[in-house]
């Protein structure tokens, strides 16, 4: 909530308002703490009040939104660089059909425009006060733009599901907020980070907030709007020109442009409300950025109304303590005021008050924010433990006698723990250390591997039906940084250019051009490699890429016939269902899983079903799911289609590729399934997985002594673009047959293939790659089951996707015959994307669908209420 609801003027350069002084006392009810400062934090307060700006000594302190922010900057910020660079010729445009804040500022047309592609991730561009030469004559004669990158929304929709974002640390209230009433319900006011193009002149002198209407002026020495800048690299330093004591409601006089001094730190508070500018850049250097964090204090809530539309105000996000946090209480006794343990039980959200329950089990209500702190060290606690877990270990944490695993995500300073309970995404505070132990290595799970249904539907009963009262200390809830089952690092490594292989490459490009000799059997069957490397690539390595184009077969010119006629009609689709991308709160289903059946139930006429496979996950600690991800099947359309008689058989080369074991070669393959996947812009890389995999007799990889299934490709998994120059993004783990589990080793072993087609063994490791905030990603597929992967699936015998007969689900495959003896198929290679492929799909207008039931108001709070009973959290009625 930055600014005034519209943009506010340059500054004019009038009369002198407002100097720096130091204050013979600090009015008001001082906070205790406050009461108690060393002088180096006093001299702080002071500085931060009445000069308007200090330094943080050690950088940005830690703090969840801090962490949030940063991980925003590092997935976006050079996306965005590169959308402001392709639009430089427009940088000095102004938006004249747009009222959003700076429209009409320089960089307000590229801003809107830029905004527009980040449609959906919460974020949005705007033009701040621009740069400006120091000799300028005019106030409107500015030489450059720069523009500010808003994240607050999605940091709304970060803690949505508990309505309040954690406080600063203790430290930072003192120095913030050092009177009580201060720290009443505070509220995050802005969230981002600026964007300015090198060589830029200094910008216009301004401040954040401002009103020259308003009836309640800042009071001297008391701040109540502030204003965080820090760099991510502790090594690089802010450069804000910031102009002491200057609080003039937004006026700047020729003596601010004298009077002003350079921050020179990592990490500085400033006053909203004080004038200030960001530095000039310099040329060579590249872009530069400073993350920021604005807050207001309890007090200055109500004031900020009068300083910022209503609009804005809607940007907004409180503060607070959630259910279950483990926190300190301050009990006013008649010995004077002392400190509690205690577990916040609820916040009353229009009231700001709490009911908490202290360590006696006594219930104390009413309580404000003031009254409450984190954890501290308690001297009433004689000794702790001296066990101690680093934060996001993975551990088992005792809850009601039962060690369940858990991650480690806050060290209280009193010695006891904030854990995330891996199943089911809810925390528990104030566990002390001697309820945490280390898993053994038998009980260490696999990183990213799913747990069984069975095990998960036990842990949620102990948790559910435990009588643990929350007295003690331990009170379960929903919380925004949990991690779901299964959670995997998301590491990222850099793609390595399939061409810098040369070898393979060579092979690869052969394999699409050449028939294969008959090769000469080896033991049980299996050709030696020689005889066929391309299949011994992909036996061994899991996947090939082929640079040379794809092979002629219908099944590949029908799938991208159906793609040409019905992908934007499903985009269309899930963008009308983007209010339920997300589960509901307490709900298990996956990102896209209720919009996938609602989709599903109007393109089911076309012989269509819409899936949700594994989400796409944040890169950071707690790997959270970030968003859907969708596989559209074209299995019912294929099989009307095709019927019994099955598809026709692929070309003899690629036969030999895909069936070329002795149990499969002489043997019907199958498609479990033929579409494309659809992942919205902007979305984080899927998580690890594998689609499928061969389980008891029918594992690819066996204990010494006992039978396997190895040397062959029993699911394979053929993979293009529709368009002519892409190439698929892929990422896979080499030889990564785990059966779905994956360890830390796996993340710095990924590799992204670069090929407009590649093969890929389902069994192996691999996830779908991150999408560009450009447009929607896809990618055309086959998946393929030869004769020895039917004998598993028939017996019940997979993991990852297991046939179900109970399920809903249309678990039935498409035969694809096999070449007939003494006669060739088609071989060579297909022009992609060319004019001229047969048309398999009855000529007629491409379909339209009736406007959908939830387009209205009316329709999607009836879908909102549908996606809860779906989903199974809430009822009928």
């Given at each position: ?854 387009a209205q108001r009316e329709g999607k709070a009836r879908l909102a209420q549908e996606q809860r009973v779906w989903e199974g959290v809430g009822?009928?009625?």
């Open positions: 909530a930055a600014g005034s609801g519209a943009p506010p003027p340059p500054p004019r350069r009038g009369a002198r308002v407002g100097s720096g002084f130091a204050p013979d006392a600090v009015e008001g009810a001082m906070a205790p703490a406050a009461a108690e400062m060393s002088d180096r934090a006093t001299e702080q307060m002071r500085q931060l009040h009445w000069d308007g700006w200090v330094r943080l000594d050690g950088g940005m302190p830690d703090w969840e939104p801090r962490r949030f922010v940063e991980r925003l900057h590092r997935k976006y910020c050079s996306r965005i660089v590169e959308m402001l660079e392709r639009r430089r010729a427009d940088w000095m445009k102004g938006d004249d059909e747009d009222n959003a804040p700076g429209a009409d500022r320089p960089g307000g047309l590229v801003a809107r425009r830029v905004t527009a592609k980040l449609e959906g991730t919460g974020i949005f561009l705007y033009a701040a006060h621009p740069s400006q030469k120091d000799d300028a004559e005019d106030d409107y004669d500015y030489s450059g733009p720069r523009w500010y990158v808003t994240c607050t929304e999605a940091v709304m929709q970060h803690y949505e599901g508990i309505g309040v974002a954690p406080p600063p640390p203790m430290e930072l209230q003192e120095l913030l907020w050092p009177r009580l009433r201060d720290r009443r319900k505070p509220w995050l006011t802005e969230l981002g980070w600026t964007l300015v193009p090198e060589g830029s002149d200094p910008q216009v002198m301004h401040a954040d907030i401002c009103s020259s209407e308003s009836e309640r002026p800042r009071r001297p020495g008391r701040g109540r709007y502030h204003h965080f800048a820090w760099k991510p690299n502790p090594e690089d330093l802010c450069t804000t020109n910031v102009v002491p004591g200057a609080f003039s409601e937004g006026c700047a006089t020729w003596d601010d442009y004298q009077n002003w001094t350079e921050v020179r730190g990592n990490a500085v508070i400033f006053d909203s409300e004080m004038l200030h500018r960001g530095g000039a850049t310099k040329p060579g250097i590249g872009w530069t950025s400073t993350l920021t964090l604005q807050v207001c204090s309890g007090s200055g809530w109500p004031e900020l109304h009068e300083r910022v539309s209503e609009g804005l105000m809607w940007y907004t996000q409180p503060m607070g303590w959630e259910d279950g946090a483990a926190v300190d209480v301050r009990i006013d006794g008649a010995s004077g005021p002392s400190w509690r343990r205690a577990v916040v039980e609820r916040r009353d959200p229009k009231k700001g008050r709490y009911a908490v329950r202290l360590d006696d089990g006594t219930l104390r209500d009413g309580v404000q924010d003031s009254e409450l702190r984190y954890r501290q060290i308690s001297q009433d606690v004689a000794k702790h433990t001296d066990a101690s877990f680093a934060l996001r270990a993975r551990v088992l944490a005792l809850f009601d006698g039962e060690w369940l695993p858990a991650r480690v995500a806050r060290a209280n300073a009193d010695g006891t723990y904030r854990v995330i309970w891996i199943v089911d995404r809810t925390f528990t505070d104030g566990l002390p250390a001697s309820s945490l132990r280390a898993p053994t290595a038998a009980e260490a799970p696999r990183r990213g591997r799913r747990l069984a249904a069975a095990d998960c539907a036990e842990i949620a009963r102990v948790r559910e039906d435990s009588p643990l009262s929350s007295a003690r200390s331990s009170a379960s809830t929903k919380a925004p940084d949990g991690e779901e089952v299964p959670r995997t690092r998301g590491k990222r490594s850099s793609a390595k250019a399939c061409g810098a292989d040369a070898p393979v490459a060579a092979k690869l490009v052969e394999a699409c051009e050449r028939v294969p000799k008959r090769r000469r059997k080896g033991p049980a069957g299996e050709a030696p490699a020689q005889d066929m490397p391309l299949r011994a690539d992909l036996v061994s390595r899991g996947y090939v890429e082929f640079l040379g184009g794809l092979p002629k077969w219908e099944l590949i010119d029908f799938v991208e016939e159906c793609y040409d006629r019905f992908a934007d009609i499903i985009i269309q689709e899930l963008e009308g269902l983007r209010d339920v991308w997300a589960p509901c709160p307490g709900s298990r289903e996956r990102y896209g899983a209720f919009a996938a059946a609602k989709a599903t139930e109007r393109l089911s006429e076309f012989g269509i079903a819409v899936y949700s496979p594994s989400d796409s996950q944040a890169q950071e600690f707690p790997y959270e799911s970030t968003g859907p991800r969708w596989y559209i099947s074209l299995t019912p359309l294929a099989l009307r289609l095709y019927g019994a008689k099955g598809a026709p058989s692929p070309p003899a080369e690629l036969w030999e590729l895909l069936c070329g074991h002795e149990a499969d070669v002489a043997s019907d393959l199958r498609a479990r399934g033929l579409g494309w996947t659809l992942v919205p812009p902007g979305s984080d890389p899927q998580a690890l997985h594998a689609d499928i995999y061969g389980e008891g007799a029918h594992r690819r990889q066996q204990p010494p002594g006992e039978s396997a299934e190895p040397g062959r490709t029993r699911w394979p998994h053929v993979l293009w673009k529709r368009r002519r120059g892409e190439l698929c993004t892929t990422e896979l783990v080499p030889g990564g047959f785990t059966e779905g589990g994956s360890e830390e080793r796996h993340f710095d072993m990924i590799r992204r293939v670069r090929a407009p087609l590649v093969i890929m063994d389902s069994e192996a490791l691999h996830r779908g790659s991150a999408t560009s905030s450009e447009g929607w990603g896809s990618t055309l597929s086959l998946e393929l089951c030869t004769a020895s992967g039917w004998s598993a699936w028939q017996e019940f015998a997979t993991g990852g996707t297991t046939k179900d007969p109970s399920s809903p689900l249309d678990w039935r495959m498409l035969r694809i015959r096999r070449p007939r003896k003494g006669v060739a198929a088609a071989g060579g290679t297909a022009s992609h994307g060319a004019a001229g492929s047969r048309c398999l799909l009855k000529a007629e207008p491409v379909p339209s669908l009736p406007p959908a039931p939830w009822s009928a009625a």
